[in-house]
């Protein structure tokens, strides 16, 4: 039932989300122009959520660089320019996940005809995304965090841990 109650307030704080008022700032303090013009081509609640992983990052002490932009752009991959991951898309994930991952799996193959093309970015984000970082000039560590930030198991790294953390206590 505690799932049930933190899914559901997930859901309703995606339908009002709230970039923080120092969007920028966080932004130019650790991403190139490129960078942050990416980040800001996501939806509002992906950036929200964004901006509280950076900031749970921050305040456990963390300075490392590629961590940091990690933080800021590890669910990059969400949108494409032909559509976002919406609200239905991240419910179905998380139902199917649970109740049919083989359904999943089927179903969120690339490419994507349109009408699952937003569950296949949400299945496959980590990979899109660390590849659309790469192209944006982030490091090779920054992008082989994104890519792994939903890895299960975690492999033993100290700051993937933390991205995982701080990606989940973000939501």
């Known amino acids: 039932m505690a799932v049930f109650a933190y899914r559901l307030r ?20 650790v991403l190139t122009p490129r960078q942050a ?5 996501l939806p ?5 959520h964004l901006c509280r992983t950076f900031d749970i990052l ?3 002490g963390v300075e490392d660089p590629h961590l940091l932009v990690a933080g800021l752009l590890h669910d990059l991959g969400k949108a494409d320019g032909a559509s976002p991951v919406r609200l239905p898309h991240r419910i179905v994930r998380v139902l199917l996940r649970r109740l049919a991952p ?26 899109l995304g ?13 992008s082989w965090l ?10 033993e790294d100290p ?3 933390r991205l995982m953390a701080a990606d989940h206590a973000a939501r």
Request: glycine share 4%; hydrophobic share 40%.
């Open 37 to 41: 013009m990416a980040f800001r081509a």
């Open 102 to 127: 083989r359904l999943l799996t089927r179903l969120a193959r690339m490419p994507a005809p349109p009408w699952r093309h937003g569950l296949a970015l949400a299945v496959h984000h980590p990979r």
């Open 58 to 60: 921050r305040s456990h």
């Open 146 to 155: 994104i890519a792994h930030h939903e890895a299960a198991p975690a492999p």
């Open 10 to 29: 997930q859901g309703v704080s995606a339908l009002r989300p709230r970039v923080p008022d120092n969007r920028d700032a966080i932004l130019a303090s």
């Open 159 to 161: 700051d993937l841990r």
């Open 130 to 142: 660390a590849e659309q970082a790469s192209s944006l000039g982030c490091s090779p560590r920054t």
């Open 44 to 48: 509002d609640h992906d950036q929200a």
